[in-house]
């Protein structure tokens, strides 16, 4: 099992990114997924997170800015962000809670983080 992220770059402020992360492999079924951002020295820090069923929750500092969704039938979660500032700047993680083929346990999987700099 594999979770891809894509979508970062560079970006001037007020302007708006979208962030994919593809979890590929055997999957037998996905709990939530979600993003988590880090600045180098800072801990990795909670987005947004989609529950299966429907159920998001976002930081605080992206609320009404950050839209989290997903696409069941493909295994993605995106990330819309919209209102870009400068301390939005971090490496983007996705993250998702699964149970692989085969697999009677849930385990967490990690995408590689995808960088995304505001800056004027």
């Known amino acids: 099992v594999q979770l891809q992220a894509s979508g970062g770059g560079l970006v001037q402020p007020g302007g708006s990114l979208r962030l994919s992360c593809v979890a590929s492999?055997?999957?037998?079924?996905?709990?939530?997924m979600g993003w988590y951002r880090q600045v180098p020295g800072n801990l990795r820090e909670l987005v947004a997170v989609t529950i299966n069923g429907g159920d998001t929750n976002y930081a605080d500092s992206v609320k009404g800015r950050f839209t989290i969704s997903r696409d069941n039938a493909k295994n993605t979660v995106y990330l819309q962000m919209n209102s870009l500032k400068p301390e939005d700047t971090a490496n983007y993680y996705c993250?998702?809670?699964?149970?692989?083929?085969?697999?009677?346990?849930?385990?967490?999987?990690w995408g590689q983080g995808t960088l995304v700099t505001v800056s004027s």
């Open positions: 492999g055997s999957i037998f079924s996905i709990n939530d």
């Open positions: 993250r998702a809670a699964l149970r692989p083929g085969g697999s009677d346990s849930w385990y967490i999987y």
